[in-house]
């Protein structure tokens, strides 16, 4: 069943066509990934998703809900979360103070307790460091911090912008391996990468954005070996 569809979805910056018309559908339970070059139109299509920029023509479905008008702070409590795009951790504030804020749309506080006792399970490194401020934490943390903030407010669909974008290849490794056990406790994602050959290697299905549009679609493992695929995203 699909938790989320995008129907003859088009999106403007002024004049400028950045969507034209793109389709897709995510079922629950499933990492979809998009995966494309540099200003394929990747982020614009995450950002009109989750409401931050405004949709010129067609709809975008959740749960069977139009959502294409709703604002963002509205989808979070309808289970939507979104890691965005440089991880945008609230460098000030405590990595706790930045946890908590991922929790602001649930009331019960003892369930939001057991939340970030099971986010600390997940990110022992987070737990070490709750009272340091989150701006002392390397690149690799801060997004273990932007993740697990997403996940304070228990979604059922996640989407994540570039999770792995200037970290070292271990942290990569590692970046990628919790967002399969976070899809693996029952939360869908939708995944925004660069690293092509790494969310194809995680997701189950997978669309390939050219210009705005969807050139590619199929079985993320099929289009691994892909001829076309290979050569323009995922050569060494």
């Known amino acids: 069943m699909a938790i989320l569809e995008v129907k003859d979805l088009e999106v403007y910056y002024g004049v400028i066509q ?17 995966i494309g070059a540099n200003g394929a139109g990747k982020t614009t299509t995450l950002q009109t998703i989750t409401g931050l920029i405004p949709a010129k023509a067609g ?4 749960e069977g809900n139009d959502i294409t008008r709703i604002a963002s702070h509205k989808l979070v409590s309808m289970g939507m979360a979104h890691v965005p795009e440089g991880r945008r951790v609230f460098a000030q504030l405590t990595v706790l103070q930045n946890l908590k804020l991922g929790a602001y749309t649930r009331k019960d506080k003892g369930e939001v307790e057991e ?31 932007a993740m697990g903030r997403a996940l304070m407010s228990h979604p059922k669909l996640i989407v994540m912008d570039e999770p792995s974008m200037g970290l070292s290849p271990i942290y990569v490794n590692e970046i990628f391996d919790i967002i399969k056990e976070i899809n693996d406790s029952g939360t869908t994602v939708l995944l925004v990468e660069q690293n092509a050959k790494k969310a194809l290697s995680i997701a189950h299905k997978a ?30």
Do not use: H, W
Not at 59 to 62: D, G, M, S, V
């Open 18 to 34: 950045a969507i034209k018309g793109i389709s897709f559908e995510v079922n629950q339970g499933e990492i979809i990934a998009l």
């Open 115 to 145: 939340t970030l006792k099971s986010i600390y399970t997940r990110f022992p490194r987070l737990e070490e460091r709750k009272n340091q401020a989150a701006g002392t934490l390397s690149g690799g943390e801060q997004q273990m911090l």
């Open 59 to 62: 709809k975008i479905l959740y």
């Open 207 to 236: 669309y390939v954005l050219e210009t705005g549009k969807i050139v590619l679609s199929g079985d993320a493992k099929e289009l691994m070996n892909d001829d076309s695929v290979k050569k323009a995203y995922l050569s060494e």
